[in-house]
């Protein structure tokens, strides 16, 4: 089938596509689940956000593999379009653009693809770099992946290439293999709504994948996010394969509203049908029962949960930097009482992964003392399923208190005074 009619068939399923539509097996299918496990998971999972991203460049085969020596659960792959069809994993520093090469790859100091720099409109935002649409899987492996968080280490720079999915997902099963334990994938489906458009759509070609690697089933430890609504509803009619409702916000205010503005404001695909409703929306009861319909968990943004405020002692509506270390940021904050979003998506029968846990001081909110240890403790005490972290290591030490301190007899498991299925926790 020609790409562009492909395209445009993928989208009138996605536009045809309602909640009330969706197999209503779904829900039954997440309750037998509950019934057989008698409760959630008691073990969050580690989530390793774009791979060990906290170390080594995002998106790179040698980060994931890191991730997993760490001990992390799940790996994330940010999953993009190629011209030629191919999926690889990729993401863009700013806005959320992902399509966008510019500055997680050394393209930009790569003289035979100058001409390919332009502009383009992703979710309704101009912008200017390389685009992965415009590349061939040939072309893109040339390129190498660079750091795009300057405070972070550059030493890694130019070394490594950009994976497809399929070199992922072997990745995952030969680790899998290897460590006698089941590492799971979770693919984010990027700019649906703009990959359709260009006669790209992600959908069938992230469940083609998944088949051929034999993890297209419900028993296969696979969650398939996205900040779009309906092509997480053309894929539950497609797949059995766990999905996630990703929910984003702009920024936040003084007072610790998280604030709406557009491409964060709402999922895109209800932009460009005129849908009022928000991310927040989204968020209410009754959003979560609708979200409920279709997919298996939320993956928000993690000041919906818990938020912070900043100190304004001279009211001129700016925050104040109340550390004296000569910047404003995070560790000027202060924490507020936590939301009821866990327990409300948690009694519409949702997971709840919040993102991106980070250890940098500037990151960290004053309460937590500097410590992102105790930023991990206090969200998992919240009752969160899983987290996505940049830094596995840190997320999996502080799941180890958390373990410790609510199962105490887990202590003779890392003693090895204890060993079999009781210890499975710590693993």
Known sequence: MPTMLAGRLTAALLLAVSPMTIDTTHAQERAAEAARSGARA??????????????????????????????????????????????????????????????????????????????????????????????????????????????????????????????????????????????????????PTYHRDLGLPLEDRVLDELTRAGMNHRGAPVFIQSFEVSNLQYLRTRTRVKLVQLIDGDSVANDGTVTLAPPFDRPYDFAVRGDPRTFKDLLTPAGLREIATYADGIGPWKPYLISSKCTDANNDGQCDDVNGDGRVDEADRTLLAPTTVVADAHAAGLLVHPFTFRSEQRRLARDYAGNPINEYLKFYELGVDGLFSDFTDTARSARFMFLLKTRPELAQCLTGEQRGRACDALR
């Open 42 to 191: 008691a073990v969050p999972l580690v989530i390793a956000h774009r791979g060990a991203s906290g170390y080594l460049p995002d998106h790179t085969l040698e980060g994931y593999a890191l991730a997993i020596e760490l001990g992390a659960d799940y790996v994330e792959p940010d999953l993009v379009a190629t011209r030629d069809g191919v999926l690889i994993a990729r993401h863009e520093l700013i806005a959320r653009h992902e399509p966008n090469l510019i500055a997680t790859t050394d393209v930009a100091a790569r003289p035979e693809f100058a001409s390919r720099k332009r502009t383009a409109v992703v979710d309704g935002v101009i912008e200017e770099g390389f685009f992965a649409s415009d590349f061939t899987l040939a072309e893109i492996k040339t390129l190498r992946a660079i750091q795009p968080l300057s405070e972070r280490d550059q030493s890694f720079n130019g070394r490594f290439r950009i994976p497809t999915f399929a070199e992922i997902l072997e990745l995952v099963r030969r680790k899998s293999a290897e460590q006698g334990r089941a590492i799971g994938v979770y693919p984010e489906t990027k700019h």
